[in-house]
């Protein structure tokens, strides 16, 4: 079986605040935590949609249990990455990593 | 850090409810839930309003993301059932095609009169706003209201004007004069139907002309042709604008072309200004002759009109008693008019394809049903791995959706080539039809025919799925199948539903084909090879008195007479089986009280040598004076029932004199005693008729001579040939012509192709419907067959085990032949009872034939019971060659 990728960068920063915010990450965490980090209002639906997407492809799974929050009185959906998750995470940044090298110059100029 | 459960508060409650609508149940609970966290979190940050809007702005991407993930999750899914449904068909090819191809024959033939009723019937007229368009008739009121399409409705003058003055509602009226004129300046001399129009008519229909321009206000000698007789006879060329014809003498310029849709239901060849300063009528209330189109105002509704024509209608009444009394007038649709009397033929053809869509469907029924039952083992392994109810009945509906498709491809290419057919054949020239084609509202129409066809047929063996007992299979482990007795009587009533509805279209096709076949051998009482006719009318200019007629036509009798390969010629006033004809009472002469009414026939003395009608005594006219006339058998046998027909000859009989609308004579002297000179055979001139009517013969050339008789200068000329007819047509028309270059020659015709016209339509009626009975009589064959076989492969080992146990091939035989024959007997009783039920449809096809002829639905289930013994023949000789070992070892 192939590993599963990662699609795009939106799928590669919600996996990844996933990450941070394990083991409390749901979809509001999540939401609040990338506007943020990113300054841009983030849409919820498409994070939600982007988490079950994830979880079909295998690089995360959810838990439905009560929050750690003081005064939660439903069940929600909590988010965290699997070990294929973490690989995939891992792989796509050292992509990055390559594909930036000996670029910093670029940056340099336009910071 | 999220606001405590204290502080919290959720968001606008309008805007959550309607969220809270649009999201599937399973997920609702938990998208609110992190959309009020997230609310809550930018209620405190940003304030109650701008939180609303966000909430607005983000809360609606939900459903339509969920929306779209689901669909990218269903396409692979239904990509394989369709691959899976693929694959099953085609290790089946047997059921796919034989299921395939019953549904395309029904679906063909039912797409097929789809389209042309829909073309014939259902398309609006090809004018612009055609609802509004409305036709003005007068009718006696104790006959009511008119019927669409309807001969002989029609306007006076003097009330048109009155209503076009008083009516509002109709914003336009034209009117159209019928009329026939000598037309000089085409290929060759032609008399045509010529409509006078007043050029308001061309407003009110709207359509504009292919070549120049209408007719106009103020135009004189100004003519507009037709699209056909531009095409056929001025060579469809473009500069026939402004060139001159010459009608009835006077020279007319053309000054345009119309379209064929334009007044298509009208015979008028071309049109010319109506003038009413000319018009011989325009005072004339009483002469109700003029055809009348009408626009309705915008926004008016028909009954507007009714109202107010009625209202005219009953002051006229009452102002002139003598022309108006007891009519009234009625505004009818335009398009009923139009469509007229065809449209109910039509609807039940129509209504006979759909019979054979059911038959088809019973067929595809009863065919999946062996087939599923076939199957059961791989759907219970199917279900044993997991696959839930659902799966499975979404691969089956894959299935039939597949076989409906291709089922409504081959139909639609049937279809096509049945509308062609259908449309090159038909006799009633119907213009409405000329276009007709399959077209995307019958691609439509095949589509859900075939599909909706093979999924009702699908649902049926469907229903009966249950989860637990596929899996009972699996633990039987039986390889054969065993069908409890649901399923048996099942498929036991599909096909005697199916042989049912068979019958019925095999009864109707039987009668049908009966009428024609009856018309076919009635004795003409004439020989029609070898005789060619011809019409003419005398243009009445040239030959103003009936004495230069005579003479016009003495001399072409010679010169016709001079033509070697001419026999002999003969002359009548009406082409021989028209439907035209003059009806008179005659008395004998020792029984004035009694009066027969005859046919009024003159013709020439050489008439009956010519056609071959045989004078059973006495002889033809003599020449000299004296009132002569000729009778046929069927009329001296009424007039003088006592004595034998020959003994009519040198009687004596008289015209009843005719009388006018209060009973009073018209004529002061008493009518003169004409001799029966002879006595001929029964002619049956109007080809359909069951019986032969009485008719007279009275000597055409007398008539002429004497300027008597109704001839107005038209004869119908008869030529007996010893050439074949064909090649003499150039040589009439050359002799006409030496005479008078200007004189039409009219319908020259062999008598076998007046003959064959004139059982036109109930040959095609016949054509037509022996078409679906032979389709219906395969899909019976064809489901016979197949649940024959069925049946015998099912009961396989009870077979074989009876063979073992010494049963010999006639028991074998009579098992399985008696349950078929018994579901035929029921099926075609069914069909016949059911059949006499619809017979009322059938009438209108029916010539001299009863609709409840027995004899008819006797021949049918003759036809039908040898089907149904030829489907069961193979499966029968399948099971006699059963090998009982082979069944016994599977034990």
Known sequence: MTAATIQGEFEHHVLLTAARLAPGAFTAAIVTELEARTGREISPSAVYVTLRRLEAKGLVRSEKRRGDAPGELRDRRFFEPTAQGLAALRASRASLERLWEGMESLLGEEA | ?891
């Open chain 2, 1 to 891: 850090m999220l606001p405590s459960r204290g502080e919290r508060n959720t968001a606008p409650a309008l805007l959550r409810t309607l969220l809270a609508r649009l999201l599937p149940r399973r997920e609702r609970g938990e998208i609110l839930l992190e959309m009020d966290q997230l609310y809550e979190v930018r209620l405190a940050r940003i304030g109650r309003l701008r939180a609303g809007l966000w909430y607005l702005r983000r809360s609606f991407g939900f459903p339509l993301r969920l929306v779209r993930e689901r669909t990218s999750e269903l396409a692979p899914a239904l990509a394989s059932d369709l691959r899976q449904a693929v694959r099953s068909l085609r290790h089946d090819p047997g059921f796919t095609l034989l299921a395939a191809g019953v549904l395309a024959l029904a679906v063909g033939g039912a797409t097929a009169f789809f389209s042309i009723v829909d073309h014939a019937v259902l398309r609006p007229l090809p004018y612009p706003e055609p609802e509004s368009l409305v036709t003005l008739q007068e009718y006696r009121l104790e006959r009511g209201v008119p019927e669409p399409g309807q001969p002989g409705g029609g306007i006076s003058y003097p009330n048109l004007t009155e209503i076009r003055q008083q009516v509002g509602a109709l914003v336009d009226i034209g009117a159209i004069a019928s009329g026939s004129s000598l037309l000089l300046g085409a290929d060759q001399p032609l008399r045509v139907r010529t409509g006078a129009l007043e050029p308001s008519t061309f407003e009110v229909l709207g359509l504009a002309p292919t070549l120049g321009r209408p007719l106009q206000a103020g135009d004189r000698d100004r003519v507009v042709l037709s699209q056909g007789l531009w095409r056929e006879r001025f060579g469809g060329t473009g500069d026939v604008i402004g060139r001159t014809v010459t009608l009835d003498g006077r020279e007319h310029e053309i000054v345009g072309v119309m379209p064929s849709e334009f007044l298509a239901d009208l015979p008028f060849r071309l049109w010319v200004p109506f003038d009413p300063d000319t018009y011989k009528f325009r005072d004339h209330r009483g002469l109700k002759i003029l055809t009348a189109i009408g626009r309705l105002a915008a926004g008016t509704a028909a009954e507007q009109a009714r109202a107010a024509a009625r209202t005219v209608g009953a002051r006229l009444a009452a102002e002139d008693p003598d022309a108006n009394k007891g009519y009234d007038i009625a505004v009818l649709p335009l398009h009923d008019e139009v469509v007229g009397a065809r449209a109910s033929v039509l609807w039940r053809l129509l209504g006979a394809s759909v019979l054979l869509l059911a038959i088809a469907c019973l067929n595809v029924a009863n065919l999946q049903l062996a087939r599923f039952t076939r199957r059961r083992r791989d759907a219970a392994v199917r279900a044993a791995l997991g696959a839930g109810r659902g799966r499975i009945l979404r691969l089956a509906a894959a299935e039939t959706l597949l076989v409906g498709l291709l089922g409504a491809t081959a139909g639609l290419l049937l279809a096509t080539m049945a509308v062609r057919g259908f449309v090159a054949l038909d006799p009633t020239g119907n213009p409405r039809l000329a276009g007709a084609h399959v077209d995307l509202r019958s691609l439509v129409f095949a589509i859900v025919a075939a599909c909706g066809t093979s999924i009702l047929a699908g649902v049926i063996p469907l229903s009966r799925l249950r989860l637990s007992r596929l899996l009972e299979t699996l633990q039987l482990g039986s390889p054969s199948t065993s069908e409890g007795l649901r399923g048996r009587r099942l498929r036991d009533g599909l096909l005697v539903g199916q042989i049912g509805v068979t019958a019925i279209l095999l009864g109707g096709a039987a009668l049908v084909s009966a009428s024609f076949l009856r018309l076919w051998t009635y004795e003409l009482g004439f020989d029609p090879d070898d005789v060619l006719t011809f019409g003419l009318t005398l243009n009445r200019d040239t030959y103003p008195e009936s004495g230069d007629q005579y003479d016009f036509y003495r001399r072409l009798f010679e010169r016709l007479e001079a033509i070697p390969e001419v026999a002999s010629v003969g002359a009548t006033s009406r082409r021989p089986l028209s439907q035209l004809d003059i009806f008179h009472e005659l008395h004998a002469e020792n029984d004035l009280d009694k009066a027969v009414e005859v046919r009024e026939r003159p013709v020439s003395g050489s008439y009956f040598e010519v056609m071959r009608v045989p004078m059973l005594a006495g002889q033809t006219f003599r020449t000299g004076n004296g009132d002569q006339v000729i009778l046929n058998a069927a009329a001296a046998r009424r007039l003088w029932p006592e004595a034998p027909p020959d003994a009519a000859v040198g009687r004596r009989v008289r015209f009843a004199s005719p009388v006018d609308a209060q009973g009073r004579p018209v004529f002061a002297e008493v009518p003169p005693w004409h001799e029966v000179v002879g006595v001929v055979g029964d002619v049956r001139y109007q080809g359909l008729e069951p019986e032969p009517v009485p008719a007279v013969y009275r000597p055409l050339w007398r008539q002429l001579r004497l300027g008597t008789g109704a001839s107005f200068g038209i004869a119908h000329i008869v030529l007996r040939t010893r050439a074949q007819p064909d090649d003499l047509a150039a040589t009439i028309r050359e002799a006409v012509w030496e005479l008078d270059p200007a004189e039409p020659v009219q319908e020259l015709l062999t008598m076998n192709d007046v003959v064959a016209e004139s059982m036109a339509r109930p040959r095609f009626y016949a054509l037509l419907f022996s078409g679906f009975a032979i389709v219906a009589l395969t899909l019976c064959f064809a489901g016979v067959f197949g649940v024959t076989g069925y049946l015998v492969a099912a009961r396989g080992r009870e077979i074989g085990i009876r063979v073992a146990l010494g049963a010999p091939p006639w028991a074998i035989a009579r098992l399985v032949l008696l349950h078929g024959l018994g579901l035929a007997v029921a099926g075609a009783a069914i069909g016949m009872l059911s059949g006499l039920g619809l017979t009322r449809h059938i009438e209108g096809f029916l010539h001299g034939t009863s609709a409840t002829d027995p004899r008819g639905f006797l021949v049918a289930m003759g036809v039908l019971a040898l089907a149904i013994v030829a489907g069961m023949a193979v499966p029968c000789l399948r099971a006699l060659r059963v090998d009982p070992v082979r069944v016994l070892r599977q034990e």
